[in-house]
């Protein structure tokens, strides 16, 4: 009987203790304390298509801030990794704007799942038209971060628009016909999936009917832009819209079959070869496109105003969603730009 009065008693209390932690209004501002920012859904256009993000700004603002804009891995939602760099971005000082590119999550535009490069750079462009009004922001300081498949897009982008001051790449996922053959399994696989991706796009801009592949695969027998195993059990739980998972944005396991068209046939050395504004390359032994891949690009960079840094064993995952590994990229992108 004791014992269960005392699991009743106990119960009460919980329920009673959390009921009025939750109440409370001091509760919410210790939390602003610890956080440090504040965050703001907003909404800009890109070539006439609404795009939605949400703002980081940090606490106790007294004057304009250094920003950074976020693009994040190929057909990504803004509540994955961006969401994870723009959160301590913000605790070091810094304004950040992550998005949903046209297209994708809550974006609008159409065909839905559509990837493209030079619709993402457009964006890129679009969301530093959109910081440059926000009176938090110094329009000066406006930095670029791009991550994993996203570096490629902020590459460009940081060589079209001379408002981007410097450019972070984090995990890159370099797209170069050596990438495609070792992403498809061979010269001879790349080819064949850019042939039917040629016939979608003409399919396409005929009758307007869109033809979709997963990003991973769900079964054996799956056509998926992304084909290795650990890369499907790291996306698929972003499938899940249930409730509770909302969260986690609106990502989608599919993306037109036209999209590979442009991915695997763009080659970022050409790019790199062009970036004179300082830039600053993170990576890993495991990271995406590997060891050599990176290196070799990095030396393509024409800027002397330039800094790889080399982790050490990490995989790609590791960079979308491990503390350690994000604390430390972080860390070095901001010191990086203190010492600048």
């Avoid at 001879?188 to 695969?217: M, P």
């Avoid at 998926?224 to 989608?252: C, D, T, V």
Wanted: glycine residues 4%; contains cysteine.
């Amino acid at each position: 009987m004791k014992t269960i009065i005392s699991t009743i008693a106990l119960t009460l209390l919980v329920t009673f203790g959390f009921a009025q932690t939750k109440n409370q209004p001091k509760t919410n501002k210790q939390i602003n304390k610890t956080m440090n920012y504040n965050t703001e859904k907003v909404s800009f256009t890109s070539n006439g298509t609404e795009i939605k993000g949400i703002l980081f700004i940090p606490d106790n603002q007294t004057k304009p801030l250094p920003a950074f804009t976020v693009l994040g891995p190929v057909a990504f939602v803004k509540e994955q990794s961006p969401i994870q760099y723009a959160t301590r971005l913000a605790k070091a000082g810094f304004v950040v704007l992550i998005f949903d590119p046209r297209f994708h999550g809550e974006s609008a535009g159409e065909p839905r799942r559509f990837e493209s490069g030079k619709a993402k750079v457009e964006d890129i462009s679009a969301s530093i038209n959109y910081l440059e009004t926000r009176k938090e922001v110094d329009k000066n300081k406006i930095n670029m971060l791009g991550i994993c498949q996203g570096a490629n897009w902020a590459i460009k982008a940081s060589n079209i628009d001379k408002r981007i001051k410097s450019l972070s790449i984090v995990a890159g996922h370099y797209l170069t016909r050596e990438t495609a053959d070792m992403y498809n399994g061979g010269a001879e696989q790349t080819n064949l999936r850019i042939e039917k991706a040629k016939i979608s796009k003409a399919k396409f801009d005929k009758t307007g009917e869109v033809d979709y592949i997963k990003i991973v695969k769900e079964k054996d027998e799956d056509v998926a832009l992304l084909i290795a195993k650990p890369i499907a059990e790291w996306y698929l739980p972003w499938a899940n819209h249930q409730p509770y998972f909302s969260f986690r944005g609106l990502w989608e396991n599919r993306v037109t079959q036209m999209s590979e068209l442009e991915l695997w046939t763009t080659n970022i050395a050409d790019d790199m070869r062009n970036l004179n504004l300082p830039t600053l390359v993170v990576h890993a032994d495991k990271a995406a496109t590997g060891q050599e891949i990176p290196k070799k690009l990095f030396e393509l960079i024409p800027t002397k105003n330039k800094k790889l840094i080399w982790l050490g064993s990490q995989v790609q995952f590791q960079f979308y969603e491990e503390s350690l590994t994000i604390d430390k990229a972080v860390f070095e992108i901001t010191t990086w730009l203190q010492s600048k």
